[in-house]
Nanobody, 114 residues
Framework: QVQLVESGGGLVQPGGSLRLSCAAS????????MTWYRQAPGKQRELVAF???????AYADSVKGRFTISRDNAKNMLYLQMSSLKPDDTAVYYC????????WGQGTQVTISS
């Protein structure tokens, strides 16, 4: 059974940092493209960052220069380092493995507030 489990979310003040992790089990991610999505209340889910199996990355304009996606294939892990966080970054963040078949994690809440 494939599982993606996100962790590392929480409440942070504006300007702060967080590191999200996504632990994959039941599947080897080294040859998979991976992404982070987020969904804010009342909004559609949006792509935040993307990393290919070769480590090529891409980012939404809204997070470029502030977020860094990375992967550790030896640990079967995906990460999202977030800095200079803003209230608009408040959302549930999801790990997504591109398929087919594709898999979603359950999400981790990130709240940016003073």
């Amino acid at each position: 059974q494939v599982q993606l489990v996100e962790s590392g979310g929480g409440l942070v003040q504006p300007g702060g940092s967080l590191r999200l992790s996504c632990a994959a089990s039941g599947i080897i991610i080294s040859n998979k493209h991976m992404t982070w999505y987020r969904q804010a209340p009342g909004k559609q889910r949006e792509l935040v960052a993307f990393i290919t199996s070769d480590g090529v990355t891409a980012y939404a304009d809204s997070v470029k220069g502030r977020f860094t996606i990375s992967r550790d294939n030896a640990k079967n892990m995906l990460y999202l380092q977030m800095s200079s966080l803003k209230p608009d970054d408040t959302a549930v963040y999801y790990c997504y493995l591109l398929g087919p078949p594709a898999y979603w994690g359950q999400g981790t809440q990130v709240t940016i507030s003073s």
